[in-house]
């Protein structure tokens, strides 16, 4: 049996930003892994200029990656063990929360052209 599709039943705007985490988190320039325990700090999270915003190589629109300045989002996140945020200055991802599939993909992912 296929493993269940979001088994932890986190919303469309918590998943978005999980899904952007996890890109950051792949970044080697924006982020920091603890090989020992899998964790990965991401460095910085990106802001909005416009109407999009820069998540590593890809552009993606600030609508999509507004969980990012959310703190209800990270809330969930690290309840739901995918995620640590100290008041969204520093915020590390799990191992679950670097390997849950959130089955977005790069659906809303584009490469940025500039």
């Given at each position: ?43 910085q ?16 629109s ?18 739901k ?13 799990t191992?679950q929360g ?15 052209d500039?």
């Amino acid at each position: 049996m296929p493993p269940k599709k979001n088994p932890l039943k986190l919303n469309k705007l918590q998943l978005r930003t999980l899904a952007l985490a996890q890109v950051l988190a792949a970044d080697p320039a924006a982020s920091e892994t603890d090989t020992e325990t899998g964790e990965v700090t991401l460095l910085q999270l990106p802001h909005a200029h416009g109407s999009h915003v820069h998540v590593g190589e890809f552009t993606v629109s600030a609508r999509d990656a507004s969980g990012f300045s959310n703190p209800a989002v990270w809330t969930v996140l690290e309840r739901k063990g995918l995620a640590r945020a100290g008041g969204l200055v520093c915020v590390v991802l799990t191992k679950q929360g670097r390997d849950y599939e959130t089955g977005l993909g790069q659906s809303f992912l584009a490469h940025s052209d500039h």
